[in-house]
């Protein structure tokens, strides 16, 4: 019987010498996604696609040179930030979110390594993308990030792409800014110098983005959300509002969201009702070449991180926000700030 047992073995490690097919090529690795699905890789993705706006907010800065294609190309205003030997690349479209779905037969066509899925888990997403990977035979991974994971995400990203390098530098550049946001909030608090903000949107800036939600994680972290509502909208639109309810809030500080009607608030006896319009304190959120708090909520939101925190409480800021903006463009992508461009986006 031992004779046989050996003899087994024998047999066993001939044929995993033959057939490598019996355990992981060499040019191939493990990676478990953050769903906990198990995927079979090659040692470094050579190209990808994105599941949505949102995933190609993080991962275009990271490694445009292996995009099959955008989720969705970018606006006039916002092509002056992107590189032009990738302006041209097709729109595949989206998974989840937005008017368009993802086509499915370009996406075959472009034959990608996988494709990637940046943000927060929805309910059924595993199910739904395991569907699509069996129909399409293409690995769909799903990464989680929300604003305050973002570092954690982008190691992650670097490790699914099977290079670490770049990933790790965006990681510590999110990491700092996180702890010097949360330094400078810790003494604001401590005054109890917390300003009450609300971030309006919409055609007549009568839709906020309510506290509690995914999108206005943001606002929340350096001022105090007067926007409370019973059933908060969790997509990007915002719950709808009406002026009485403005007033009531009377928060500290308007927010008003890029190319709304911001410009016509100042002039206008109804919105004047409110104490922020009367003392000058409502602002236009930035944009370039997605807004910096939401539109969507993706690691473009640490510009508005400093943006505001600067706005709100320059009294307590110990960095230069021009500096930190520039190194933003300049690591993300590889613009050099001027200082008319600089005034374009914050003025």
């Given at each position: ?38 995927f079979v890789l090659p040692e470094k993705l050579e190209k990808i696609a994105l599941s949505g706006p949102l995933t190609q907010i993080y991962a275009f800065p990271l490694c445009p040179e292996l995009l099959a294609g955008f989720s969705k190309t970018f606006s006039t205003d916002a092509e002056k930030y992107i590189p032009d030997e990738f302006l041209s690349l097709p729109e595949l479209g989206q998974l989840y979110g937005g008017k368009g779905t993802m086509n499915l037969e370009a996406l075959l066509a472009a034959a990608p390594d996988a494709v990637i899925d940046v943000g927060q ?227």
């Amino acid at each position: 019987m031992f004779r046989k047992r050996i003899c087994l073995l024998l047999v066993l490690s001939v044929m995993l010498a033959l057939f490598p097919a019996f355990s992981i090529a060499d040019n191939a690795r493990e990676f478990t996604d953050s769903l906990g699905r198990r995927f079979v890789l090659p040692e470094k993705l050579e190209k990808i696609a994105l599941s949505g706006p949102l995933t190609q907010i993080y991962a275009f800065p990271l490694c445009p040179e292996l995009l099959a294609g955008f989720s969705k190309t970018f606006s006039t205003d916002a092509e002056k930030y992107i590189p032009d030997e990738f302006l041209s690349l097709p729109e595949l479209g989206q998974l989840y979110g937005g008017k368009g779905t993802m086509n499915l037969e370009a996406l075959l066509a472009a034959a990608p390594d996988a494709v990637i899925d940046v943000g927060q888990a929805k309910s059924g997403m595993a199910e739904d993308l395991d569907k699509l990977g069996e129909q399409t035979g293409i690995p769909f991974i799903h990464i989680d990030a929300t604003v305050q994971t973002v570092p954690e995400a982008y190691r992650k990203l670097g490790e699914l792409l099977g290079d670490s390098t770049r990933a790790e530098q965006f990681a510590v550049w999110c990491e700092k800014t996180l702890t010097d946001i949360s330094s400078i909030m810790e003494k604001v608090d401590a005054d109890g110098a917390r300003k009450s903000v609300v971030y309006c949107l919409g055609p007549k800036g009568l839709n906020v983005l309510a506290n509690g939600s995914y999108h206005a994680e943001i606002v929340s972290m350096v001022a105090e959300n007067a926007a409370v509502v019973d059933n908060v909208v969790s997509n990007g639109d915002g719950n709808e509002i009406d002026m009485e309810q403005l007033i009531l809030w009377d928060a500290d500080v308007l927010l008003f969201q890029h190319n709304s009607i911001f410009e016509e608030v100042g002039d206008s006896s109804t919105w004047g009702q409110l104490s922020a319009v009367r003392e000058g304190e409502y602002y236009e959120i930035p944009s370039g070449p997605y807004g910096w708090i939401s539109s969507p909520p993706a690691v473009q939101c640490y510009l508005g991180l400093l943006w505001l925190t600067d706005t709100l409480y320059p009294e307590y800021v110990d960095f230069d926000l021009k500096e930190e903006v520039s190194a933003y463009y300049k690591l993300f992508y590889g613009f050099d700030m001027t200082d008319d461009a600089y005034a374009e986006l914050v003025g």
